[in-house]
């Protein structure tokens, strides 16, 4: 098999940390492998540089900024081909540009445009492992870029995709997918599969194991994603097609959200076009909106809820006042003791009544629920915070997730 | 004017030298001159990398190594190219790569084999400061390269010569080059200016603010180039052509090697090809032999003396044992309590009487001349040891350097 194995800032945290990677890839390489590794900086290498440029100027240019990151992934990978090498391995470390991973030009959040796998490729015919800086690459002019945030994971799926390797195993601090937060709900069980679907579902929604753009990648090309740990054999969670999970449960796992606020506009001007002219406005602001309901009041006016990052809350009460101001909006109020429960799994897809269930826990365990969205393969809900645990161990109960 | 500065590693040493320097270069760049600044790696950087690599391999491969420590240097020139920018100037940050230092490929000691000094003829002519990494360059290969010991020296030399600067300023933590060790002959002169080649015989004797490989590139490119100190606008020392130097003195300054060892070797058998096949046995181990003397015995046997490093002084001792054994030596003897006073100066070329003097200085002082070695513009003695600072402030008082 062709495995590309990415070893995240934890897991190269410190010496004795990287030699332990070696040792992996070692291990997967004599089980006849053929392996590239992808690697981020030591943790806290990025941030330390982060805290030199900001030393010098709040809004340090792009280009310097990616000159200056990049320079973490390259020690790290130079360090994991040397332990390689020393085991007695053929290895060889790559940058971002030898490994021909081309992106646009937009310095600190570039996206990979093309990968030019010719020396990969070359390299692993010799039997080389491939150690390879992730979070860059290099632009059309030739200079180097880097990916942003989550960027390593997003070269190793594209790696993996561009070499069709046979599977790409993203090693962190946690050790899989689990059906619900384990700090919440001690029951909860690792997933062993799960679809693409269901993991940017979870994700989106506080399951930070992975980026979505990473997912969407991993979705996109087709590449089979396994997250687990680097500090144990235990085996990790499988991300992958629908069609490659056998027996889909019919829910795969409960998530909560509790950066979320909560925004009510009472007496919306019952003119057309005020609705959208308040959503567009937000949406020029990068305000992210989530949940939203609407119903009519008596008086004929409109009353609109919708749910906001906590992060975002300001910005957009700063919009909605403008609309107040101007009498389109009789009143508007603000909760930050919300929090979001999500109960996600392809397996709703084909089966009524997950939703009912929902609904049912919540009403036996006392929970009101303030709002209601749903997907295909998601419900939402939206309650208030100090009810949070009980909500998810309630569901997690209810669809016998521990099981 | 157009002005290479170079800073080294103490002078980039932390967030606030490194704002020192953007401050310097930005005066000097409010004079009217174009500067290309080039920079080590912070002071230490380099030396916690190379304690990664030993960690996990005594003998780390050198690709690897180069990909490793390229890295320091990025990180600086990235830092002062944000700084300068954020002074309000146009600046931009290059690794050795952009620059266009193309390298041979011995990885670790790379030589520059030529500069394309298009990318960078391209942004002066846009008004930029140009901040590049030094110490680095790229291969035929695309691959990254160092350049060895004094490696960010040397690409500011070679970037100087390729661009036709009219000036190569080479920042360090001393101000200049002096008479002689201020810290043996506290009336010690900076010199104001220098030959390459008087500057070639201090380096190589122990004056060691630069290497003489960026010497010796100065020399053959024609570089102006100016040692002086970071921390204060005080003048530095121009290293230039002897034409140059309008009224050169007779003696530039005084140099003291105490890292030399001699070696005797009594009995030489009368044999031809002796001599030479000693020499020969030590050239292959690469002993770098410094003065020789030989004398016949009364025997009809030779006695030949000859000093190399302290650190080599094992490696010649075995193979001057194998000759003692063979019996083609009589005996031998070793003594590292000696040093080396040498006189330099381009004057005593048309003026006789600077070797007399020397020697006459050390009778005066009662110091016996173990071996003389001279060549056009130096007068070397060797001598025991604890004679070392009476030497030096003799020859510096007979010369009248204080004057």
Same mark, same amino acid.
């Given at each position: 098999?062709?495995?590309?194995?990415?070893?995240?800032?934890?897991?190269?945290?410190?010496?004795?940390?990287?030699?332990?990677?070696?040792?992996?890839?070692?291990?997967?390489?004599?089980?006849?492998?053929?392996?590239?590794?992808?690697?981020?900086?030591?943790?806290?290498?990025?941030?330390?540089?982060?805290?030199?440029?900001?030393?010098?100027?709040?809004?340090?240019?792009?280009?310097?900024?990616?000159?200056?990151?990049?320079?973490?992934?390259?020690?790290?990978?130079?360090?994991?081909?040397?332990?390689?090498?020393?085991?007695?391995?053929?290895?060889?470390?790559?940058?971002?540009?030898?490994? /021909?991973?081309?992106?646009?030009?937009?310095?600190?959040?570039?996206?990979?445009?093309?990968?030019?796998?010719?020396? +990969?490729?070359?390299?692993?015919?010799?039997?080389?492992?491939?150690?390879?800086?992730?979070?860059?690459?290099?632009?059309?002019?030739?200079?180097?870029?880097?990916? /942003?945030?989550? /960027?390593?994971?997003?070269?190793?799926?594209?790696?993996?995709?561009?070499?069709?390797?046979?599977?790409?195993?993203?090693?962190?601090?946690?050790?899989?997918?689990?059906?619900?937060?384990?700090?919440?709900?001690?029951?909860?069980?690792?997933?062993?599969?799960?679809?693409?679907?269901?993991?940017?579902?979870?994700?989106? +929604?506080?399951?930070?194991?992975?980026?979505?753009?990473?997912?969407?990648?991993?979705?996109?090309?087709?590449?089979?994603?396994?997250?687990?740990?680097?500090?144990?054999?235990?085996?990790?969670?499988?991300?992958?097609?629908?069609? #490659?999970?056998?027996?889909?449960?019919?829910?795969?796992?409960?998530?909560?959200?509790?950066?979320?606020?909560?925004?009510?506009?009472?007496?919306?001007?019952?003119?057309?076009?005020?609705?959208?002219?308040?959503?567009?406005?937000?949406?020029?602001?990068?305000?992210?909106?989530?949940?939203?309901?609407?119903?009519?009041?008596?008086?004929?006016?409109?009353?609109?809820?919708?749910?906001?990052?906590?992060?975002?809350?300001?910005?957009?009460?700063?919009?909605?006042?403008?609309?107040?101001?101007?009498?389109?909006?009789?009143?508007?109020?603000?909760?930050?003791?919300?929090?979001?429960?999500?109960?996600?799994?392809?397996?709703?897809?084909?089966?009524?009544?997950?939703?009912?269930?929902?609904?049912?826990? +919540?009403?036996?365990?006392?929970?009101?629920? #303030? +709002?209601?969205?749903?997907?295909?393969?998601?419900?939402?809900?939206?309650?208030?915070?100090?009810?949070?645990?009980?909500?998810?161990?309630?569901?997690?109960?209810?669809?016998?997730?521990?099981?």
């Amino acid at each position: 098999m062709l495995i590309v194995q990415k070893f995240g800032g934890t897991s190269v945290g410190d010496l004795d940390r990287i030699e332990n990677v070696a040792a992996r890839v070692s291990k997967t390489v004599k089980k006849g492998n053929s392996v590239v590794v992808v690697v981020s900086a030591m943790s806290g290498e990025t941030n330390k540089l982060v805290g030199y440029a900001e030393h010098f100027s709040k809004n340090p240019a792009s280009a310097e900024m990616d000159m200056l990151l990049s320079s973490g992934e390259r020690v790290t990978a130079a360090l994991v081909s040397i332990a390689l090498q020393e085991m007695g391995h053929n290895s060889t470390a790559m940058t971002g540009r030898k490994a /021909g991973i081309l992106t646009d030009n937009s310095h600190t959040k570039a996206r990979i445009e093309d990968i030019n796998t010719d020396t +990969m490729k070359c390299a692993i015919k010799e039997g080389k492992i491939l150690v390879i800086a992730g979070f860059q690459g290099v632009n059309a002019k030739g200079d180097v870029t880097t990916l /942003g945030r989550g /960027g390593s994971d997003l070269s190793a799926v594209a790696i993996a995709g561009a070499l069709k390797a046979d599977l790409c195993e993203i090693y962190t601090d946690v050790s899989g997918i689990y059906t619900t937060d384990p700090r919440i709900e001690s029951k909860a069980k690792k997933l062993d599969k799960i679809s693409y679907d269901e993991m940017l579902e979870l994700a989106s +929604m506080g399951a930070k194991v992975l980026q979505n753009r990473s997912v969407e990648m991993a979705k996109k090309l087709n590449v089979n994603l396994v997250t687990r740990t680097s500090f144990s054999d235990e085996e990790g969670t499988l991300i992958t097609r629908e069609e #490659n999970i056998m027996e889909a449960p019919l829910v795969s796992g409960i998530a909560l959200d509790r950066n979320q606020a909560r925004i009510s506009l009472m007496g919306v001007k019952d003119k057309p076009g005020i609705a959208s002219d308040i959503f567009n406005k937000l949406a020029e602001a990068e305000v992210n909106i989530d949940v939203i309901i609407q119903n009519k009041a008596h008086d004929g006016t409109t009353n609109i809820d919708f749910t906001v990052p906590v992060s975002e809350l300001l910005g957009a009460k700063a919009i909605v006042d403008t609309f107040v101001q101007k009498g389109d909006i009789k009143d508007d109020s603000y909760n930050e003791d919300i929090c979001k429960v999500s109960v996600v799994g392809v397996g709703m897809k084909s089966h009524a009544g997950v939703a009912a269930k929902a609904f049912s826990t +919540m009403a036996d365990n006392n929970i009101n629920i #303030n +709002m209601i969205s749903t997907s295909e393969i998601k419900v939402s809900m939206v309650i208030d915070e100090k009810y949070a645990e009980l909500a998810v161990r309630g569901l997690h109960d209810a669809y016998e997730l521990d099981k």
